[in-house]
């Protein structure tokens, strides 16, 4: 019913094929796999991963992976590459724009049908802006994604965890109000949501409400958990960066109640990825540690499941 994995970013020093053999080692049914550009990196934590280096490869090369992809057990459930699109920088968001419609391309010959990424957000201006921005921008990629057949799954992720993000963040979906007027915008079913709970902890909105609403636009599911700390939260206020009140913890570990949330997925019927998203800094401090977050974070997810 739900294919359990994770996101292949926490295993950025092993190949794709060392990533899916591990995977299925742990049991495992799918990966999300990071393509982020060669020729661009990226400093902030978990990003600038590339298991498949799509700007490096030609048709045929995506072709001949293909056939190997096919002969391995896990399957890849999207690929996932996660920018800043409405850069307030033209030059670098139309990079991050046509490096998506290279993913995009990608996917189509891979025969993977889900694309996972930010819409952006200028950060220096307010949400009617960048709605606008959005508006101009992204109405292209979706059509590319409706010609070759492959859903987009924004994630809900506000990015504003650090000073450089303020005062708006970097990602502009992040509230059903939002996603509403996106979705007017561009109601192609292709374009819909890589949902990720925790986004929704720290802004204090309840994490079932987008899959009772918003149902048909999962196409994708983030399982990563939070903690927020009350004590810290009644001195800084939610005005306050979000990390000085909160911080992203492996499921099990934090606020998120699995049960209630895999129930809910089940309620409304999604068939699809869910897969494990480790950002839990108490789990960086060596690759055991990182082999124990991705297990521990299983084991719990696995008593919700058939």
């Not at 996660?82 to 490096?99: G, I, K, M, S, V």
């Not at 965890?161 to 970097?170: A, R």
């Not at 004590?231 to 800084?236: A, G, H, T, Y």
């Not at 206020?237 to 209630?260: C, F, M, R, T, V």
Request: glycine share 6%.
């Amino acid at each position: 019913m739900l294919d359990l994995g994770f996101v292949s970013a926490i295993l950025p020093h092993k190949s794709l094929f060392e990533v899916l053999d591990y995977a299925q080692q742990q049991h495992f049914a799918c990966v999300e796999v990071m393509c982020w550009p060669s020729s661009s990196s990226d400093a902030r934590r978990y990003a600038g991963v590339s298991h498949i280096s799509v700007d490096q490869l030609s048709t045929e090369d995506l072709v001949a992976l293909k056939a190997k992809l096919d002969l391995h057990p896990v399957k890849i459930s999207a690929l996932g590459y996660y920018p800043n699109p409405l850069d307030p920088d033209e030059t670098q968001a139309a990079f991050y724009r046509e490096h998506i419609q290279k993913i995009i391309k990608a996917a189509a010959v891979l025969g993977i049908s889900r694309v996972n990424t930010f819409v952006g957000r200028d950060y220096t201006k307010n949400v009617a802006y960048n709605i606008g921005r959005f508006s101009e921008v992204w109405p292209e990629i979706i059509a590319l994604a409706d010609t070759l057949q492959i859903k987009i799954g924004i994630e809900n992720c506000p990015m504003f965890f650090s000073d450089d993000e303020w005062p708006g963040g970097k990602n502009l979906m992040t509230t059903p109000k939002i996603w509403d007027e996106l979705f007017t915008i561009i109601p192609s079913a292709n374009f819909g949501l890589n949902y990720d709970p925790s986004h929704m902890v720290f802004q204090m909105m309840d994490y079932t409400y987008p899959i009772y609403h918003y149902a048909d636009r999962i196409h994708h599911v983030h399982l990563k958990d939070v903690k927020v700390y009350p004590e810290k939260l009644n001195r800084v206020g939610i005005l306050a960066n979000p990390l000085e009140y909160h911080s992203p913890k492996i499921p099990g570990l934090g606020d998120i109640q699995w049960g209630k949330f895999i129930s809910a997925l089940n309620d409304v019927r999604y068939r699809g990825p869910i897969v494990i998203e480790v950002e839990d800094k108490a789990y960086e401090g060596s690759e055991e540690d990182i082999d124990k977050a991705i297990r521990s974070a299983r084991n719990h997810i696995q008593q919700f499941l058939p």
